[in-house]
């Protein structure tokens, strides 16, 4: 070989190399911005992206038996979900929360404690999450962060059994990266 050849090689490979490295790096980089943050671990970048159209927080006070109409049994009907009293209207992901769909057991209903264990269980889908440890809370604090970005606020449950569910509101600008 010769030292021309060689010369161009210790030159060239590094400089490769680190374009790669910088292609890689900034495509991870975009990756991430549409990927949620790392404490909600089923949250992967396949998730859509945070909503800039939604409309202005409703405050219609619903009871937690009127929330069961809304549960996606009948089409002609939204679809609500209550995290913490809030409840949202989750009717443009209906391939998700409607009837015999993934989620559904959240719908019509306020399951603060299943989302915040990460469970798909029935048992744990109801309202009062008080028995939950530090670090759920703070899973259910960013599902609430999570759907307060995506969808619309249509009003909040009346008869909520955490009496103090009013302080979740700061929570949701708590977690300004998700
Ligand atoms: C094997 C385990 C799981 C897998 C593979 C999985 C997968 C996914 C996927 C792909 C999405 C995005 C859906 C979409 O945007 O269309 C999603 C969203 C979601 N997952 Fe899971 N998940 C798993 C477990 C769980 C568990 C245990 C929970 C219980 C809390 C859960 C709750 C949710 C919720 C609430 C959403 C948000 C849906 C939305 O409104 O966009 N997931 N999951
Ligand atoms: C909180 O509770 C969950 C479920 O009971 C448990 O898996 C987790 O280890 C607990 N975390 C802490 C910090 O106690």
Aim: charged share 25%; no cysteine.
């Amino acid at each position: 070989m010769s030292s021309f050849v060689k010369y161009a090689l210790v030159l060239l490979l590094p400089a490769a190399y680190l374009a790669r490295r910088y292609y890689r790096s900034s495509a991870l980089q975009t990756t991430a911005l549409i990927t949620a943050p790392v404490d909600e671990k089923p949250v992967k970048s396949i998730m859509q992206a945070p909503r800039e159209d939604l409309a202005p927080p409703k405050d219609d006070p619903f009871t937690l038996a009127q929330l069961k109409e809304f549960d996606g049994s009948d089409p002609s009907k939204p679809i609500y979900v209550s995290i913490k009293g809030t409840v949202f209207d989750v009717t443009p992901k209906a391939d998700v929360y409607g009837a015999g769909r993934s989620y559904n057991i959240f719908a019509g209903k306020d399951g603060s404690k299943g989302l915040g264990m990460s469970s798909l269980k029935e048992e744990h889908a109801v309202p009062d999450y008080r028995e939950l440890n530090e670090s759920d809370r703070k899973v259910l604090d960013d599902w609430h962060a999570f759907f307060t970005k995506r969808y619309n606020i249509v009003g909040r449950v009346s008869d909520h059994p955490v009496s103090d569910v009013k302080e979740e509101d700061t929570s949701a600008n708590a977690s300004p990266n998700l």
